[in-house]
């Protein structure tokens, strides 16, 4: 666990390292799902600092546009894209 973690994050990293032990996993398969999940969150609440090149649209949205436009081509017609 990073230091830069605030108390928040780190009773959520081991919220969810408890949780994913009590389903079966691995105690280092644990950690990391936990790791993951709460980095993605501090990412997504802009508590960490920018690196690199940001993009427009998160993972989430990208896979709802990915929706639409499936749905849109079932129902015969178009869905809009970006250029």
Known sequence: MPGSWSNKRERQYE???RSARRRGRSAGVAKRIAAAT???T?????????????HGRT????RTMHRK?????RKGGRA????
């Open 59 to 62: 993972s989430t949205s990208r």
């Open 38 to 40: 709460t980095n993605k």
């Open 15 to 17: 919220h969810i390292k």
């Open 69 to 73: 436009r499936v749905g849109a081509g």
């Open 42 to 54: 501090r990412r997504m609440k802009g508590e960490t600092k920018s690196r690199g090149r940001s």
């Open 80 to 83: 809009r894209r970006r250029p």
